[in-house]
Nanobody
Framework: VQLQASGGGLVQTGGSLRLSCAAS????????IGWFRQAPGKEREGVSC????????FHADSVKGRFTISRDHAKNTVYLQMNSLKPEDTAVYYC???????????????????WGQGTQVTVSS
């Protein structure tokens, strides 16, 4: 069971990036998937999540209206579309899978058992 996060990079304020979370060894559809981020010197922060089988979605207040989480079932991938990026969005972003059926997801790290390796997002001012 592996998760691979990708799509990070360097972008200017106001720009966009799309992060991908691809799975190998299992099908993502059944799992709630969350995106978390951690900036240097700060605690890990829950960003967004999507429930099992396209259940509910959740976005933290800090990203609401700018970030969108979605699934591509055919590609066994979950995306995080990030628009109107701000310097405070700079962090390493991780995707994680909660290995149980969850209709209403939550970005509580302890509920997620499988984690990807992280992808760096840097937003320049």
């Amino acid at each position: 069971v592996q998760l691979q996060a990708s799509g990070g990079g360097l972008v200017q304020t106001g720009g966009s990036l799309r992060l991908s979370c691809a799975a190998s060894g299992f099908t993502l559809d059944y799992y709630a998937i969350g995106w978390f981020r951690q900036a240097p010197g700060k605690e890990r922060e829950g960003v967004s999540c999507i429930g099992s089988n396209d259940g509910s979605t959740f976005h933290a207040d800090s990203v609401k209206g700018r970030f969108t989480i979605s699934r591509d079932h055919a590609k066994n991938t979950v995306y995080l579309q990030m628009n109107s990026l701000k310097p405070e969005d700079t962090a390493v972003y991780y995707c994680a899978a909660e290995p149980r059926f969850v209709q209403f997801c939550a970005v509580v790290p302890e509920q997620y058992d499988y984690w990807g390796q992280g992808t760096q997002v840097t937003v320049s001012s």
